[in-house]
T-cell receptor, first 112, second 114 residues
Framework: NAGVTQTPKFRVLKTGQSMTLLCAQD?????MYWYRQDPGMGLRLIHYSVGEGTTAKGEVPDGYNVSRLKKQNFLLGLESAAPSQTSVYFC???????????FGQGTRLTVV | KQEVTQIPAALSVPEGENLVLNCSFT??????LQWFRQDPGKGLTSLLLIQSSQREQTSGRLNASLDKSSGRSTLYIAASQPGDSATYLC?????????????FGAGTRLAVHP
């Protein structure tokens, strides 16, 4: 029962570097989400997808891009990392509107 | 704008106590409400999901209730144990801007001491 898997679990980047976070789910869920969690700020939605080939902006999309080329994968990209993007990133998936949301274990990203 | 508030922000209790965590939301037009547990440095684990048409859900020592009209949910933990120590988050699901949006509270940090 893999559920939602995030890769990598930890990463340190230098300012200006780029990276991609991978989220994979094996539950055939339609909806996938990327959140960031910061102390005192709670969980904030970055981008989301309602199906393969679709993406849309959430609450805090600036500095991030996403792609959903396959239904099971949702990629979050940072083109030019900034210290303000130091955070814990969570991926989640759910099916339609009334079902349970499942979260990955998170990626702890530090930008120095 | 939907806002989710959790009270208290932190709670410390001795083992064995029954306790109640509170979650309130400002807009009653929700699809469901979900309670999560988060251990330090870990992801979110779903505990209970209450559909908007339901009043409560139970799982083991956990019982969650939902009162949509008053915008409130409670998570009741019976006979608390040190292993229950974690942060508990509630989230409401609603349709906003054409997608299923989860809005989280800031969480209640629970410590159960032996």
């Amino acid at each position: 029962n893999a559920g939602v898997t995030q890769t990598p679990k930890f990463r340190v980047l230098k300012t200006g570097q780029s990276m991609t976070l991978l989220c994979a789910q094996d539950m055939n869920h339609e909806y996938m989400y990327w959140y960031r969690q910061d102390p005192g700020m709670g969980l904030r939605l970055i981008h989301y997808s309602v199906g393969e080939g679709t993406t849309a902006k959430g609450e805090v999309p600036d500095g991030y891009n996403v792609s959903r080329l396959k239904k099971q994968n949702f990629l979050l990209g940072l083109e030019s990392a900034a210290p303000s993007q130091t955070s814990v990133y969570f991926c989640a998936s759910t099916n339609y509107r009334n079902t349970e949301a499942f979260f990955g274990q998170g990626t702890r990203l530090t930008v120095v | 704008k939907q806002e989710v508030t959790q009270i208290p922000a932190a709670l410390s209790v001795p083992e064995g106590e029954n306790l109640v965590l509170n979650c309130s939301f400002t807009d009653s037009a929700i699809y469901n409400l979900q309670w999560f547990r988060q251990d330090p440095g870990k992801g979110l684990t779903s505990l209970l999901l209450i559909q908007s048409s339901q009043r409560e859900q139970t799982s083991g020592r956990l019982n969650a209730s939902l009162d949509k009209s008053s915008g409130r949910s409670t998570l009741y933990i019976a006979a608390s144990q040190p292993g229950d120590s974690a942060t508990y988050l509630c989230a409401v699901s609603l349709i906003s801007g054409g997608y299923n949006k989860l809005i989280f509270g800031a969480g209640t940090r629970l410590a159960v001491h032996p």
